[in-house]
């Protein structure tokens, strides 16, 4: 009688295995969080150690930059300050800024209208035409780099920002490929209700389509800021004979010729170059990301 006494009910075996279940099911859940952060933070430390080194080196001096240190002891923040002295550094980013800023807006400007009417409206050949906009991405620039060099030579554009901003305001493909996709996840309803109100096509572009497809217009924007910042090829082509119009990527280039040995202030004016492109990103992240993500949704 007391044997029986003592064993534990149906009823309190079931809550006994149902508490095992549950600390079972949080230790798994535990180790796979601690699993999956660990795994976060390691591709985070890999991608974030090269900004590190960029940045310690750059407030280092020369004896310390040379060696193996990897935290400078006292920091020399007067490096900043000598490759604005040292160097064009300022005309170079100013030069740099007003080239990226032009290409953006050309980019925007020329890319919402042909993809707005490969989205948005109905005529014959649409999707023949979208599939010969989408072959024009598989062309190499270095097969058409010779012949727009002779145009913009016989336009005498060179050396000039011409060459770098005007092809920006006749679209890109990638661009219009972008904002075409998030073009097409609009409900058409929209539409229809603002052309059954009298709105016409243009209206209809900028009054509504625009606000509704801000993430993806970011995005495109972004995008042609920083291939523009971030481009050497461009202006080593087509600015090279004048050093006024030198943008960042050849200033630093020339830079490293000047200061090939010392290290820290060759970071130093990496660093500066990084530096706009990390604040923008970073106040922009939420815009760019939503826009990229939310352009695949409808065909």
Wanted: charge should be positive; aromatic fraction near 14%.
């Amino acid at each position: 009688m007391s044997k029986n006494l003592q064993e534990p009910s149906q009823a309190e075996r079931y809550q006994i295995d149902s508490r095992k279940a549950r600390f079972a099911k949080r230790r798994k859940n535990f180790l796979y969080m601690v699993a999956n952060h660990s795994v976060l933070i390691l591709m985070s430390a890999i991608f974030i150690m090269p900004l590190f080194l960029i940045f310690v080196t750059s407030v280092m001096d020369y004896h310390q930059a040379s060696t193996r240190a990897l935290w400078p002891s006292p920091f020399h923040w007067h490096n900043y300050v000598e490759v604005f002295t040292a160097v064009p550094y300022l005309r170079w980013t100013l030069n740099t800024l007003f080239v990226s800023v032009m290409t953006m807006i050309g980019t925007v400007v020329s890319c919402v209208p042909p993809a707005y009417a490969l989205s948005r409206l109905q005529w014959k050949g649409r999707q023949t035409s979208f599939v010969i906009l989408l072959a024009t991405m598989m062309l190499p620039g270095q097969v058409t780099m010779i012949p727009v060099y002779v145009i913009f030579s016989r336009l005498h554009w060179i050396p000039s920002f011409l060459p770098l901003i005007v092809p920006a305001f006749f679209s890109s493909a990638f661009s219009i490929f972008l904002l075409r996709q998030f073009f097409s996840s609009i409900p058409d309803e929209i539409s229809d209700a603002a052309r059954i109100d009298g709105c016409s096509e243009l209206q209809l572009m900028i009054r509504i389509i625009v606000p509704l497809a801000k993430p993806a217009i970011s995005a495109i924007a972004l995008f042609a800021f920083l291939g523009s910042w971030n481009d050497f090829f461009g202006p080593l082509l087509y600015l090279v004979d004048n050093q006024k119009l030198w943008t960042l990527g050849m200033g630093l280039n020339a830079f490293r010729g000047l200061h090939h040995v010392n290290t820290n202030m060759l970071m130093t004016a990496s660093a500066l170059f990084m530096l706009p492109v990390i604040v923008i990103f970073f106040f922009s992240q939420k815009v760019f990301i939503e826009g990229v993500t939310l352009t695949g949704v409808k065909g």
